[in-house]
């Protein structure tokens, strides 16, 4: 069932909660692919009903980022979504979600805004401000459809660490579930930014995985200084790649590390042309 209103939400979760049933949220911004059928997988397997919301939320989106051009596929994304069991597709409009004429606004909106230790690195010290849209959509789906569990793909590593955060500091009532990141058959993670990529960029994409396998590789074998992992990555990149960030952060808190260990997740960005892609692995297991 496609629905576009709140109001139209709320009443239908109202009427599953009366009948005890437990409801799944998979927050989504749509053209969806494996990896987000991979969660709506998991949601429809742990709960009586599953919720997808599609929604390019424009307060994420920094000046000059790729808002008017991201994806939109609604009537694929409803087909796919339906076949895997969802319940509701939630496509609200922008002003359904922020009112008309404040959608770009600061002014007029409040915000929820995670720690600034969680955002002034990685692809929050890009993007400035991004996961201030990320942490008020995602709250604000919370309380539209007020779900049991949400799910949220570990592809966007720092936003599952922030969304988590946010969740246990205001005491929101939703379990969240963190889902493995999907790849292709050739390893790179699936994203709905891949269909931005040319033939040659979609080759050398490939560094992403190389960079990040290897140094699992390498910290497997014994070496846990950060320093030396992180000098075998360079060797895997070309003038086409401009790396941003190669990070070693803790799973829990995002702090820096100088010797790896199982806690530690690497983080990596590379823009190819004027496409940006993230990755990460954690070095456990
Ligand atoms: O990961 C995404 O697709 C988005 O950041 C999310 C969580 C749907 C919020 O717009």
Redesign the pocket.
């Known amino acids: 069932m496609l629905i576009h209103t709140i109001a139209e939400v709320r009443a239908k979760v109202r009427e599953w909660k009366k009948q005890g049933l437990t409801v799944g949220l998979v927050?989504?911004?749509g053209a969806l692919h494996d990896g987000h059928l991979s969660l709506i997988k998991k949601s429809v397997e742990t709960c009586d009903k599953t919720v997808i919301s599609v929604?390019v939320?424009p307060i994420?989106f920094c000046p000059g980022e790729d808002f008017e051009k991201y994806p939109r596929t609604l009537d694929a994304d409803r087909k796919l979504a339906e076949d895997a069991g969802v319940d509701i597709v939630f496509a609200p409009s922008a002003e359904e979600m922020y009112g008309a004429g404040h959608i770009m606004s600061n002014d007029f909106l409040t915000y929820v805004i995670p720690p600034f230790f969680y955002q002034d690195k990685l692809c929050g010290k890009s993007r400035v401000g991004h996961f201030d849209g990320?942490c008020t959509?995602?709250n604000k789906l919370f309380n539209i459809v007020q779900p049991d569990f949400a799910f949220f793909g570990e592809k966007?590593r720092q936003?599952l660490i922030i969304i988590q955060k946010m969740v246990k500091d205001l005491s929101i009532p939703v379990e969240i579930v963190p889902c493995p990141i999907v790849r292709e058959d050739d390893g790179l993670a699936m994203s709905s930014r891949n269909r931005y990529l040319n033939d040659e960029e979609r080759k050398d994409a490939l560094v992403l995985k190389s960079i990040l396998f290897n140094i699992k590789v390498c910290y497997n074998s014994g070496i846990k200084d950060v320093k030396a992992l992180t000098e075998t990555a360079y060797s895997y990149l070309k003038p086409c790649h401009s790396l941003e960030y190669l990070d070693f952060r803790d799973k829990n808190d995002l702090e820096s590390k100088t010797i790896a260990d199982n806690d530690t997740i690497v983080f990596i960005a590379v823009k190819l042309g004027s496409v940006r892609l993230i990755d990460n692995i954690a070095l456990a297991g």
């Open positions: 927050p989504t911004m929604f939320n994420q990320v959509v995602v966007d936003q």
